[in-house]
């Protein structure tokens, strides 16, 4: 029996639910990257990199390929990029509406300074 579309989503959205796996998406947006490189831009140790880089293959949103002594992560999914930059606006968004009622909610003599 196939998986429901919006269940299908919930597994999508749970594998990118983990700020270090947003950061290695974010960081393949600009090209393939060895472990090294990864790590290098990032605050996490390496088993905890590689845990995460598991997950985003198991989900089929990376592969990873051995180049010489190297093991170089890609993007498998172009649209991943319009993924996080959609994710990027609708937090924007989300943050200006919350920003907008603060302001409405603050006591009169708050509001004017």
């Not at 974010?26 to 060895?34: K, M, R, Y």
Request: proline fraction near 5%; charged fraction near 25%; avoid cysteine.
């Amino acid at each position: 029996m196939p998986v429901p579309l919006h269940e299908a989503k919930a597994e999508l959205f749970r594998a990118l639910g983990h700020p270090a796996r947003i950061r290695i998406l974010e960081l393949l947006v600009e090209g393939d990257q060895a472990v090294h490189q990864l790590l290098a831009r990032m605050d996490i140790e390496q088993s905890n990199l590689s845990q995460q880089l598991a997950v985003l293959r198991r989900h089929g949103l990376v592969r990873q390929q051995r180049i010489g002594g190297e093991v170089i992560y890609s993007l498998v999914v172009p649209g991943t990029r319009d993924l996080l930059l959609a994710a990027r606006m609708v937090l924007h968004d989300v943050l200006v509406d919350g920003e907008s009622l603060t302001a409405q909610l603050r006591p009169p003599d708050e509001a004017t300074g």
